[in-house]
Structures are given as C-alpha cells and as structure tokens.
C-alpha cells in the first residue's frame, strides 16, 4: 500500500466522471490527489455525481470534490486546483487521470503527458457507452487515433448531462457507465503505482452497455501523429 | 483502384455498400459516415475486427480488400 499512498495524482475534470474517480481513488487507499476544474456546481449535476450535495450549487466543482473526498478518508490529502485545465501546472505528478469533457482540453493533457512520460490514464462516456485508454510512455496516445470527425467537434462540450429532451433510458443509463469507466481508470492508476504498467489496457477499452460487452481495440502508434511521427 | 466496402454502424448495427478509391482516405470515409449516418455531432473511429484503422493511411495503405467489412464506433468524448 505504500506506492499508492504516496502516488502524487491529478484527477482532470471534477463531472461524473471526475466525482466517480475521486471517490474511488480515495477508497482505494491514494492520499495525496489534487482535482482539477474550473466550472460550478449546477442543480442538473447532483443526480449524477457522488459528491456534491444541494447546498453545493454554485460553488466550484474542484473545491466540492475536494471537500467532500476529504470526508471518506481525513488520512487522505485532496487539493482542489479550481483553474481551466489549460492553465495548470502539470508537473511533479505521478500520473493524471482525465475526466475531461472536451476533445482540445484532452489534447492538452495528451500532448503534456507523452512529452513528459507522465502516465496518462483517459475516461470517457456517453450514455450507455465508454472508453478508457492508457498512455505510457512507447505507447500510442490519444492523438494517434484522432481524425477528422474529432477535429470537428474540438472545442464543443460533452456534457455529462444529455440534453433535456433525451429519453429517460439514456438519462438514467449515464451515471452507470460513469461508474465502469471512473472504476477502470482507478484500476489502471492502480497497475501504475504498482510498477505493472505491462498489465494495462493496452489500447482503447471500449465499454458498450447496450451490448454489455468490453472489449480492447488495438492501436498502432500513427507515424503521422505529431506527437509521434517526423515532427515529433 | 476502386472497391466496395461493407460500412457497418456500431451504433445501430445499420450497414450500407460505399464505393470507394484506394487513394482516399480513412479520414474521407469517416466523414462520408459521419455525414451519412448523421452523426456529425459525435467523433467516430474506424474498425476491422478489433484493430482500429489509422485515420491518415489511404484506403491502399489499410489492408483493406474488396467487400471486407469495416465497423465504424462512435468514440465518446464526455466526463
């Protein structure tokens, strides 16, 4: 348990995603987290994520999060970093984990942590479906598999929330996907501090919750990538 | 060279025929998807079996032969 109470980590994004993340992280036994977000609590957000409560509405998500963890386990140290995760500070962690919903704000981390070979550990959700991948430094990132159809959307949001007029199955379905996919990456994070990064996901696990299926989808390092290929 | 490619859409297991030419890309046929299916408001990546296809390669660099069949998966993006 030693490597995993002193494992510096940065959890990126404090939505569903980020609150399920946290809330494992510390149960796991990590004591030192800090949590990044910039955004405040709102009423639509409480049905999905652990850790905020109604008297939170308002208030910076990092600093709720940070708060609220801190209640699971005093032994452990949440540091609430309530800044655009463009403008953080990134080093002198031992891994970060993203919770992130935009593609640019991902790309930030991505192109951060094959630089720097901090282990990267990404979520992502939407509605019944999900994802997590892994960057270790050799490895391909997140880049290596983005086209076209990602540069569109780069700079809109993906809320956590679906919009209002989406049907009640997808509305209720969210925060279940939310729990697999925050509880791999915790896993994951697990495997690192552990000295087993030959164990993680080695490409893009994909969680389907309509098919109930996961499954792992190879990646090659993309020679084009420009973090990986000539103009790397 | 032109082949056709069976385009299966994970998302509601609907598929289509598309004709396509080895000297475009992955990224082509993934807009031409995208477009179809209309799913422009979601990013999408490209399959065969479980290997994902690389964006930037040419339809003549992926492997890809005459009537295989290819799974496009919308790739999620929220938190």
């Not at chain 1, 939505?15 to 990590?30: I, P, Q, S, T």
């Not at chain 1, 935009?102 to 981390?109: D, M, P, V």
């Not at chain 1, 809109?156 to 697999?180: H, Q």
């Not at chain 2, 000297?23 to 290997?51: P, T």
Request: glycine fraction near 8%; include cysteine; charge should be negative.
């Amino acid at each position: 348990m030693g490597r995993i109470h002193s494992a510096r980590v940065l959890v990126a994004g404090a939505g569903a995603l980020g609150n399920e993340a946290v809330k494992d992280l510390v149960l796991a036994g990590f004591r030192d987290i800090s949590v990044a977000d910039f955004d405040t609590v709102e009423e639509s957000n409480l049905c999905r994520c652990v850790l905020f409560r109604e008297r939170d509405i308002g208030r910076n998500k990092a600093e709720v999060v940070a708060e609220s963890a801190g209640e699971l386990d005093p032994q452990c140290r949440v540091t609430a970093l309530p800044e655009r995760i463009q403008s953080l500070d990134l080093s002198g962690y031992d891994m970060i984990i993203g919770c992130l919903d935009s593609i640019s704000a991902r790309l930030h981390l991505n192109s951060h942590a094959v630089f720097n070979r901090t282990p990267y550990v990404d979520g992502a959700t939407d509605g019944f479906r999900g994802k997590v991948q892994v960057i270790l430094p050799g490895r391909p990132c997140l880049e290596c598999s983005m086209n076209r159809t990602h540069i569109r959307e780069l700079h809109r949001t993906f809320s956590c929330i679906p919009g209002r007029d989406a049907p009640p199955l997808i509305l209720s379905s969210g925060i279940t996907t939310t729990a697999v996919i925050a509880g791999i990456c915790v896993r994951e994070a697990i495997k690192i501090v552990c000295g087993m990064e030959s164990m993680c996901v080695n490409g893009i696990n994909y969680y389907d919750g309509n098919l109930g299926s996961l499954d792992i989808t190879e990646l090659e390092i993309n020679p084009r990538c420009p973090n990986h290929g000539e103009l790397a | 060279m032109r082949m056709k490619l069976i385009i299966r859409n994970a998302a509601d297991n609907t598929e289509i025929s598309a004709e396509v030419d080895d000297s475009d890309s992955v990224n082509d046929v993934l807009v031409f998807a995208s477009e179809y299916w209309k799913e422009q408001n979601y990013a999408l990546v490209m399959k065969i079996g479980n290997r994902l296809i690389s964006p930037s390669l040419l339809i003549s660099e992926t492997g890809l032969e005459d009537g295989d069949t290819v799974v496009i998966v919308p790739d999620p993006q929220g938190g």
